[in-house]
C-alpha cells in the first residue's frame, strides 16, 4: 500500500486514546481499511524536544518493516499537520487488555507474546536500533494473540546516538546510572516483561523513583520456575539471565526468541530481515535528539499512565529528568 503523506486523506472518527503528548483517532483510510491515526497535541509541537520525538517516531515507523513491530501507513513528522497512521489494534494495549480481562494470561498465550516481542527486538538489534521502551503500555496484541511492539519514539541507532529514556519499572540498572543504552538494555525490560506476562507480577516493586532504582541495582528475582513451575526451564533460566546486573551475562533476543519458539513447540529458524535500505543505514546528518550526546545522557523517565497494569494509583512516570 502506498504512504498516505497528508491528514486530510484520512477519515478521523472517534477518539480512541489519549497520552500526555498525542491524541490517538480512529479513522478510514481511502481504501476504507480503519486505522489509528496519532495526532501531537499542540502543546507537544510547541516543545523542540516532544516535537522530535514524535518526529523520530513517525520516521522510524514508516521505515521498519517487521511483523511483530506496529505497522505504519503513512504519516508527516514535522509541523502543524504532523500525524501518523498506524495498525489499529480494537483491544487497545496489552496493559489495558490485563487490566479489562481481570485474568493473567495462558502459559501458551504469555510465550506466543514474548516470542514475538523477541523476534520484533532480535530485528531491531541486527539494524543497530535499541527500542528503549518495552513494557506492556507498548505491546498491540491482535484478535490471533499474535503481538507486536509499537511507540518508537524513543528508539535510536547506537551508531548516531541518542538520549537515554526508559520506564522506571524496567530500566537497566545501567540506565538507572545514567549509561548509554544497547540491545542489553533492550533485553532487560524484555526480562521485566517476562516475569510480568508469567507470574502476574513484576519483579522489582517500590513506591518511589529512589526505591525502584535500589530494587534494580541491589536486588535479584526469585526464581522464576519457583514462581511458576509450568514455565519450561529453558526459558525460566533465560528470562533470570536476561535481569543480570552485567551488562555480559544477559543473553540476545534472538537466543530469547529461539527458546520461546522451541517451548511453543516450534523449531526456531534463522530470521530473515528483509528491510529498506534506508531503514538499515542511519542518516547522513543527524538532527535534534539523534546527535551523538556530548556527555552521558541522565534518564529521561518515559511518560505513563496515572494507573499502571498492575492496579497501583502512584505514578512515577511524572518524575521528569
Known amino acids: 500500500m502506498p504512504d498516505q503523506n497528508a491528514l486530510s486523506t484520512y477519515t478521523l472518527s472517534r477518539s ?97 507474546i514474548l516470542a514475538d516481542l523477541a523476534s520484533a527486538l532480535s530485528y531491531l538489534h541486527h539494524l543497530g536500533a535499541v527500542h528503549q521502551d518495552v ?37 537497566a540498572p545501567e540506565i538507572y546510572h545514567g549509561e548509554s543504552s544497547s540491545s542489553a538494555s533492550d533485553v532487560y525490560s524484555l526480562g521485566i516483561l517476562t516475569y510480568e506476562l508469567l507470574t502476574g507480577e513484576r519483579p522489582f516493586q517500590g513506591h518511589t523513583y529512589e526505591e525502584l532504582m535500589v530494587a534494580h541495582l541491589t536486588r535479584f528475582p526469585q526464581p522464576l520456575s519457583h514462581l511458576n513451575m509450568q514455565v519450561p526451564r529453558n526459558v525460566a533460566r533465560l528470562a533470570e539471565l536476561a535481569l543480570a546486573k552485567r551488562i555480559s551475562e544477559r543473553p540476545s533476543a534472538d537466543v530469547i526468541r529461539r527458546a520461546l519458539l522451541t517451548a511453543l513447540g516450534e523449531t526456531p529458524a534463522d530470521e530473515v530481515y528483509e528491510t529498506e535500505q534506508k531503514a538499515a543505514e542511519p542518516a547522513s546528518r543527524p538532527m535534534g535528539r539523534h546527535g551523538p550526546p556530548a556527555r552521558p545522557a541522565v534518564p529521561v523517565v518515559a511518560p505513563e499512565p496515572a494507573q499502571d497494569a498492575a492496579g497501583s494509583r502512584w505514578n512515577p512516570f511524572k518524575r521528569r529528568k
Not at 498491540?140 to 519499572?169: C, H, M, W
Request: proline share 5%.
Open 135 to 171: 513494557k506492556t503500555q507498548n505491546v498491540y496484541v491482535n484478535t490471533e494473540g499474535r503481538a507486536a511492539l509499537g511507540d518508537l519514539g524513543n528508539t535510536y541507532f547506537i551508531a548516531q546516538g541518542g538520549k537515554v529514556s526508559g520506564s522506571p519499572y524496567y530500566m
Open 16 to 112: 480512541i486514546g489519549r497520552g500526555n503528548t498525542s491524541l490517538v483517532r480512529l479513522a478510514t483510510n481511502a481504501q476504507g481499511q480503519q486505522v489509528a491515526v496519532k495526532i501531537p497535541h499542540a502543546e507537544t509541537l510547541a516543545v523542540q524536544d516532544a516535537a522530535e520525538l514524535f518526529g523520530n517516531e513517525v520516521r522510524l515507523t514508516l521505515q521498519f518493516r517487521h511483523p511483530h513491530l506496529v505497522q505504519g501507513f503513512g504519516g508527516t513528522p514535522f509541523g502543524p499537520q504532523a500525524f501518523v497512521a498506524l495498525q489499529y489494534y480494537p483491544n487497545g494495549a496489552l496493559s489495558e487488555q490485563l487490566q479489562r480481562d481481570g485474568t493473567p494470561l495462558t502459559l501458551m498465550q504469555a510465550l506466543r
